[in-house]
């Protein structure tokens, strides 16, 4: 494929600096199953261009579903039009360092490949999950899910880059709906689709997968007559699935330097951060350190390279509670002169690269679990998201969960439903007062991270400890 992509910028006869060819070909199944009945059997393929030109300053977009060398030349001229229409307004020259020549490969870590199971079989087990679920007639649905993803880029460029990548992404899910009179309660397998894995079917089945479809109902129906969450100001224990979304919603998306710059304020919205944050803001407590990082084997968004072949690596975006660099790609760094890292990211062959996250994980600290709770006189844990709140400037947001227990004079107690919290941004990351440690330590992701005009849904990682935050707005309610 790179040959034939290098041979179409080589014969393309246009006055341009510069031009990128990312070709993706995405082969996407989704096999869904509801009450031991099969919902969704089906299989998708995408396989296009993006040709990207750089001429006078300015960058111009355009795809093509065709691989044809022609049509390949006439998506070119279009977007080689739109650069030169562009030029007119742009707000800041580029210059080819902001699409530096790269070359290299990754692959995505895997034993079993997907062709290794067959939609049967792949439904056999979705059926008997929905089956272990069924713990009780109070389980009024069940649904279980899994969908296998198998993406391959190739990235040139007329400076040299010759870039080959192959990711392999499974993502499951399974949960249930209780029921009692008018209560109703849901539990799932850490929320809603947090099981984004890079790798293939050696992640599924878990080895201990019928005890925990079975714990999953159980805790559905534990929660019926679970005493409410209290209205109090207590010491809150978050689980890494929760943490998962706290760490996405409020660090994430308002360190997105297109975001601070305005880009995204018509549709996904602003930030609280600004540029002169960077350097200054104490944004959480000392024990507060947050890095991006597409290295880690197996996380949902690891690569070696972003989508204009900027070279993936560790960078600490908040280190001991202070704000170090943003989430921004090489043109958002040149734009607004802060050090970022290398996130453009497109979500398919037909949209431009912009900023986005990849995998945004808290480091451990140094408390195991049973240390964390043994300390705590009065407060509430929790796991698993199960609603989201936040405004548009990622400053104010209120989250629920699917499941809590009271921690009374360091124990876990009483079961409690419907519990949530509430907090702004960096209130509450001063109120982090203890991080648990490598063995407390799991890693998540989501598919749906949205974002863009035309819309992105991007998948994204997320790793951390159980964390502790001191004196938040816990509260109940449906």
């Known amino acids: 494929m790179n040959s034939d992509l290098n041979h179409a910028i080589a014969t393309l006869d246009l006055p341009v600096d510069w031009v990128g060819l990312r070709a993706v070909k995405e082969t996407m ?51 080689y039009q739109q650069a030169i229409a562009a030029s007119r307004w742009g707000i800041h020259p580029m210059t080819t360092t902001v699409r530096p020549k790269v070359v290299g490969s990754y692959t995505s870590p895997f034993t079993k490949p997907f062709d290794a199971l067959t939609p049967g079989e792949v439904n056999d087990l979705l059926v008997r999950l929905c089956r272990s679920l069924k713990v009780s007639d109070q389980i009024v649905q069940t649904n279980a899910l899994a969908i296998t993803n198998e993406t391959e880029s190739w990235f040139v ?52 997968l019928w005890a925990q479809a079975q714990r999953i109902g159980e805790q559905a129906v534990e929660l019926l007559t679970a005493e409410e969450c209290p209205t109090i100001a207590s010491t809150l224990v978050l689980a890494p699935d929760q943490m998962m979304l706290q760490i996405h919603e409020s660090v994430g998306h308002p360190l997105e330097l297109d975001r601070i710059l305005g880009d995204e304020r018509n549709y996904a919205g602003g930030s609280f951060v600004k540029p002169s944050d960077f350097g200054q803001l104490v944004y959480g407590s000392k024990l507060m350190n947050i890095t991006f990082n597409p290295t880690v084997l197996g996380e949902f968004a690891s690569y ?22 943003g989430l921004g790609s090489l043109e958002s760094q040149a734009r607004l002169g802060i050090p970022g890292v290398s996130c453009a990211r497109a979500s398919s062959w037909n949209r431009p690269p912009i900023d986005r996250m990849a995998n945004l994980n808290l480091e451990p600290g140094t408390n195991s679990f049973e240390e964390i709770i043994a300390a705590i006189e009065h407060g509430v844990y929790m796991e698993s998201n199960l609603s989201w709140s936040i405004d548009d400037q990622r400053h104010k947001f209120q989250f629920g969960c699917e499941y809590a227990k009271l921690i009374e004079n360091g ?25 648990g440690d490598e063995s407390t330590w799991q890693m998540y992701g989501t598919p749906y991270c949205g974002k863009g005009e035309p819309n992105q849904a991007i998948r994204v990682g997320h790793g951390s400890p159980v964390c502790v935050f001191t004196e938040v707005e816990i509260f109940g309610g449906g």
């Open 29 to 79: 199944a989704y096999r869904s199953v509801r009450d031991e009945v099969p919902q969704n059997n089906g299989k998708s393929l995408s396989h296009g261009v993006m040709v990207e030109v750089l001429v006078n300053g300015q960058i111009g977009y355009a795809a093509t579903n065709s691989l044809h060398i022609d049509h390949i030349h006439a998506t070119a001229k279009t977007a």
């Open 157 to 208: 460029s007329s400076n040299g880059s010759d870039v080959y990548q192959h990711f392999l992404m499974l993502e499951t899910h399974y949960g249930v709906t209780a029921q009692e009179g008018a209560i109703v309660q849901q539990r799932s397998h850490n929320g809603h689709l947090a099981h984004c894995y890079q790798g293939g079917w050696e992640l599924f089945p878990e080895v201990n």
């Open 304 to 325: 070696n390279f972003d989508d204009i072949g900027a070279p993936a690596t560790r960078e600490y975006l908040i280190k001991e509670g202070v704000l170090l660099r």
């Open 411 to 435: 124990q876990l107690t009483k079961t409690l439903r419907n519990p949530n919290y509430r907090s702004t941004t960096t209130e509450f990351w001063h109120r982090l007062s203890q991080v």
